[in-house]
């Protein structure tokens, strides 16, 4: 194959994965719609002159441009920041226009692409184009705004919570992912590759003993009717045997997001508390559902007392670790954040979680690593308990 025949074949494939991203944006409803080699032009001339592969819409009727790229080169992106000027003239409607490349591109493409972008963020060139961006960076612009959009901060966040699990299962179903990475495919751009390499490195597999891997997001509800700590369930099918590997997903545009919620009761049963001072101060916790309206005694205990139980507090705060449920398919040995403010996505053991912001001296209430509160409506009812994201 040529070396021609090659980039092509590269930038088919990144268009159609691309194309999966908007198609997955707009069955979250995240936009309304979308239009493939979207072409406008002006009145007495050539009215097909300008092209972007993509215009997406959103629920305000606002309007964007996408463009998929494999190579960004300044002659390429010349074209595109000509396209972009004309087509955003051409039609009130387009804001915003973005060029796109896949995850885990080469290092030298990386760089190309990171250095365009400083430039157009430092504004050191007259720019049509809004953005040189991953495709994993693409799908969160979009979400963001979608959900600016929607208004209602609570349906918001848990709508970008759920999407999350969804998505990440996306990936690690992807068919042109496991192709590429198992026959190590170097025309196949892959589905958000790098995030999907980083979990297969993450399970530690071999690829020569992989016959499948299967995700699903899909997961029982604990026998109290409650929601599993595991958002996902992936299962590898080897030669040899099947393994089987628990994620927790937290994705927050802030520093603190919500991961816990429960009972005072539960909270003294799980995690085998016997001392009644410290029982009662739960209790009292959930009661007033804050420090500051907590009795002397009550903060005493809890400041004294609670951090003895930091261990079990962890594992079953993080991934319901010796509380109910199946410890094969419910209970989260790992966790997968996303921080919307800083593009990071990281994957680690419930451990090593641990181990990183204890090691980085994360402090939340009580000598633990939680911000102690009270759920929406549950005041006197639960408690609640909020974890750092980075």
Not at 80 to 105: D, F, S
Not at 252 to 261: F, I, L, P
Not at 280 to 302: C, H, M, R, W
Request: overall charge negative.
């Amino acid at each position: 194959m040529s070396d021609n025949t090659e980039k092509s074949n590269r930038g088919v494939s990144g268009q159609e994965n691309l194309k999966d991203i908007i198609e997955s944006l707009q069955a979250r409803d995240y936009i309304v719609s979308y239009q493939m080699d979207y072409r406008d032009g002006y009145k007495g001339f050539d009215r097909k002159q300008f092209f972007y592969q993509f215009l997406i819409e959103f629920a305000n009727h606002d309007c964007w441009i996408v463009h998929s790229t494999t190579s960004i080169r300044s002659d390429r992106m010349n074209i595109q920041q000509w396209n972009a000027e004309h087509l955003k003239r051409l039609n009130g409607y387009i804001k915003k226009a973005y060029v796109v490349y896949p995850n885990g591109l080469s290092d030298k493409e990386f760089k190309n692409a990171k250095n365009y972008q400083d430039k157009i963020e430092d504004g050191k060139q007259y720019t049509a184009v809004d953005g040189v961006v991953s495709q994993s960076e693409m799908y969160s612009i979009v979400e963001r705004y979608a959900l600016e959009l929607l208004g209602n901060k609570g349906k918001a966040l848990a709508k970008r919570g759920n999407n999350f699990e969804s998505w990440v299962t996306e990936i690690l179903n992807s068919t042109e992912n496991f192709l590429k990475w198992k026959n190590d495919d170097s025309i196949k751009t892959g589905y958000v590759y790098d995030i999907y390499m980083r979990l297969v490195e993450n399970m530690a597999l071999k690829k020569k003993d992989v016959v499948s891997i299967n995700a699903t997001n899909d997961i029982p509800k604990l026998p109290t009717g409650g929601k599993a700590k595991t958002d996902i369930l992936v299962t590898v099918d080897t030669f040899d045997s099947e393994y089987t590997f628990t994620y927790s997903c937290k994705k927050s545009g802030g520093d603190w997001v919500s991961a816990h919620e429960y009972t005072a009761d539960q909270f003294v049963e799980t995690l085998g508390i016997e001392e009644p001072e410290l029982a009662d101060a739960l209790i009292d916790f959930q009661t007033v559902g804050s420090i500051e309206k907590l009795s002397p005694p009550s903060f005493e205990a809890l400041s004294r007392r609670l951090s003895a139980y930091n261990e079990r507090l962890n594992k079953w705060v993080l991934g319901g670790i010796g509380g109910q449920g199946d410890p094969n398919t419910q209970w989260a040995h790992n966790i997968i954040t996303y921080n919307d403010n800083t593009s990071n996505f990281k994957i680690e053991s419930i451990q090593d979680y641990v181990e990183s912001l204890v090691g980085k001296g994360m402090t939340g209430n009580f000598g633990t690593l939680f911000r102690w509160t009270y759920p929406s409506g549950g005041l006197g009812k639960r408690i609640q308990l909020k974890m750092k994201v980075e």
